[in-house]
């Protein structure tokens, strides 16, 4: 079963504007992260915000997590043509239930 | 360097033919993980371990087999049940529960 569900599912921004997505989930969580994919290659681990968390940053990254409305956002700011990938939304359960991934956003930075 | 390894990265099965994929990591984790990865789809899951000589199905475990004999390894069999295995094949580690989980490069299977 996939939790968490990404939107848009494609995104085409041109070089220097932000990109934001936006990851909405069913059930309670632990945490939720972020991953980037790169096509054809494996996922790359982002940013973990945990369920008592709000907001989170990384260099030009910025997540937030509203657990009342079972949604999450990932803002990249000042986008690179490097940004081009696909973006993955998975959350974690109580205990040691494995991650479970959304279909994932599909980012173009034009340049 | 640690990290995790697929191999290989592509991979060509005849029908009716098993086929296994290999993944190893050096990262001293304790939980493995299979994911199938369908051309613009998100990740399903297919099997997970959490220990040695422990493992559990996960969303599409029908036609697939896994073992767990070494921490480090966590191999897995695409059967002559699975009808439709060309995808993409994915590996990730992680310590435990709520840590991030470490991808391999994955191993594209296709059906020939």
């Known amino acids: 079963s996939q939790q968490g569900e990404e939107d848009p599912q494609a995104l085409s921004i041109q070089e220097g504007e932000n990109a934001t997505m936006n990851c909405s989930y069913k059930?309670?969580?632990?945490?939720l992260q972020w991953y980037r994919q790169n096509s054809g290659r494996g996922l790359v681990h982002l940013i973990l915000?945990?369920?008592?968390?709000r907001e989170k940053h990384s260099g030009r990254l910025r997540v937030t997590l509203d657990t009342s409305k079972k949604s999450s956002s990932l803002l990249i700011t000042a986008s690179r043509a490097a940004d081009t990938a696909s973006y993955f939304c998975?959350?974690?359960?109580?205990?040691?239930?494995?991650?479970?991934f959304g279909k994932g956003t599909r980012l173009s930075v034009i340049a | 360097d640690g990290g995790i390894t697929q191999s290989p990265k592509y991979l060509f099965r005849k029908e009716g033919q098993n086929v296994t994929l290999s993944c190893e990591q050096n990262?001293?984790?304790?939980?493995m993980y299979w994911y199938r990865q369908d051309p613009g789809q998100g990740l399903r899951l297919i099997y997970y371990?959490?220990?040695?000589?422990?493992?559990q199905k996960g969303d599409i475990a029908e036609g697939y087999s896994v073992s767990r004999e070494k921490k480090e390894s966590f191999p897995l069999t695409v059967t002559s049940a699975q009808k439709n295995p060309t995808a993409f094949y994915l590996c990730?580690?992680?310590?435990?529960?709520?840590?991030?989980?470490?991808f391999g490069q994955g191993t594209r299977l296709t059906v020939v």
């Open positions: 990730a580690s992680r310590t435990s529960g709520n840590t991030e989980a470490f």
């Open positions: 059930t309670s969580i632990n945490n």
């Open positions: 915000i945990r369920s008592n968390e």
């Open positions: 998975a959350t974690d359960g109580s205990g040691n239930t494995p991650l479970v």
């Open positions: 990262l001293n984790h304790d939980a």
């Open positions: 371990s959490q220990i040695v000589n422990d493992f």
